[in-house]
């Protein structure tokens, strides 16, 4: 079986502050902001910024229906960067937070599909900057002072080269970034 990826920069709905119940399937997000990723989380000039600008969360959301040909088969989305920290819920249910916004970072959804329906990812962004997590905190050399923050690679969603006979609903240990 061939590895099937479906793009998913595309038609993004984005809003600086989320608000309770954002990351359902049934939240009304028609006053969200239509963005492509990548994607910053708030446009700064070159010079002469507060870094508090752009250290807030903010909630990204898309509408994905997959072709029905690929149900029972494993299905992933791919992170390629999400600064800094990122909470990521499919149809509402929590898959997992993954920080650090330099690194790639997968989830699994396969369990958590509705098929033949629109399915709700959610990507809720936190861009403060922790000491805890790089580029800013752990000794980092790295300055953030450009503003990078926001999902700023893309996130395709993929199949792997095979096939999984029943998928099952992984248990909440199997819910972490991989």
């Not at 029972?72 to 909470?87: E, H, I, K, Y």
Request: with cysteine; glycine share 8%.
């Amino acid at each position: 079986m061939t590895r099937q990826v479906f793009p998913l920069s595309r038609h993004w709905l984005y809003s600086s502050a989320p608000v309770p119940g954002c990351t359902q399937p049934d939240f009304d997000d028609s006053s969200f902001e239509q963005v492509t990723i990548p994607h910053t989380n708030r446009v700064l000039p070159w010079h002469s910024f507060d870094d508090k600008e752009y250290q807030f969360v903010s909630i990204y959301r898309r509408h994905i229906t997959l072709p029905p040909d690929l149900q029972g088969q494993r299905l992933f989305v791919d992170f390629g960067g999400v600064m800094t920290a990122a909470t990521v819920t499919i149809n509402g249910e929590r898959l997992g937070e993954y920080c650090g916004g330099f690194t790639p970072f997968s989830f699994e959804l396969t369990g958590w599909m509705r098929w033949g329906q629109a399915n709700v990812l959610a990507v809720e962004v936190d861009s403060t900057e922790c000491a805890d997590i790089p580029p800013a905190g752990i000794g980092s050399i790295t300055s953030r002072s450009e503003g990078s923050t926001g999902m700023w690679h893309c996130a395709p969603c993929a199949t792997p080269s095979s096939p999984v006979s029943s998928p099952s609903r992984p248990t909440s240990s199997a819910k972490s970034g991989v």
